[in-house]
Structures are given as structure tokens and as C-alpha cells.
């Protein structure tokens, strides 16, 4: 069974970072891509974020050059290093399998509980 567990969700003013983490278990972590998605109140979830086991990744126009997707296969984890976090960052954040390749939200797995990320001003 497939299960995704996501956490280093917190408070933090603007400007300060952050480091989630989403463990994986029940697949064959290496060979698949993951995903970062965020979901605001009221909000779609979007994606936000992957790295494919290439190790090749893709960034939202919004995150570039402040977040950082990155995957530790030994470990069966992939981080998202949030820097320079805005107020609209605050989201619940959800890793996923991405069952298709590019810039789409399908994914292969139930969503998780996801970390709240809360960006005060």
C-alpha cells in the first residue's frame, strides 16, 4: 500500500524558510517522479513543484528561484527547501506520485494529510 506522509510545515513571518519533507513507502521510490502541490482556502490544489528520477525538476513560475525540490532515494524522501516565503505561500502542501509526465496535477496515490505552511506578514 502506497502511503505518502508529509511534515516541516509551520509559522513563519515573511521572508523566513522552511524545509518539508514527504516519506514514502509501499513503492519503488527511485523510478517515480514526485510532486509538491499546495492547496490555499478556497483554492485548487496546484502543483507546485517535481523532480523526476532523472533528477531533473520543474518549478511554478511562482516558486522559481525560491524553492528548491530535491530527493534523497536512500531515505525514500523528497524535500522542498521554501525560501523567501510571501503570505501567499500559506497552503496546505501535499506530496504526490505523478502518474503522468509534465506540467499536470494527475497523480497515481490518495492524497495525504498534507503540512500547513502559514506565512504571517
Known amino acids: 500500500q502506497v502511503q505518502l506522509v508529509e511534515s516541516g510545515g509551520g509559522l513563519v513571518q515573511a521572508g523566513g524558510s522552511l524545509k518539508l519533507s514527504c516519506a514514502a513507502s509501499?513503492?519503488?521510490?527511485?523510478?517515480?517522479?514526485i510532486g509538491w502541490y499546495r492547496q490555499a482556502p478556497g483554492e485548487q490544489r496546484e502543483l507546485v513543484a517535481y523532480?523526476?528520477?532523472?533528477?531533473?525538476?520543474r518549478y511554478a513560475d511562482f516558486v522559481k528561484g525560491r524553492f528548491t525540490i530535491s530527493r534523497d532515494n536512500a531515505k525514500n524522501t523528497v524535500y522542498l527547501q521554501m525560501n523567501s516565503l510571501k503570505p501567499e505561500d500559506t497552503a496546505v502542501y501535499y506530496c504526490?506520485?505523478?502518474?503522468?509526465?509534465?506540467?499536470?496535477?494527475?497523480?497515481?496515490?490518495?492524497w495525504g494529510q498534507g503540512t500547513q505552511v502559514t506565512v504571517s506578514s
Open positions: 523532480i523526476r528520477s532523472t533528477d531533473s525538476t
Open positions: 504526490n506520485i505523478k502518474s503522468r509526465v509534465g506540467w499536470n496535477n494527475d497523480v497515481s496515490a490518495s
Open positions: 509501499g513503492i519503488t521510490f527511485s523510478v517515480n517522479a
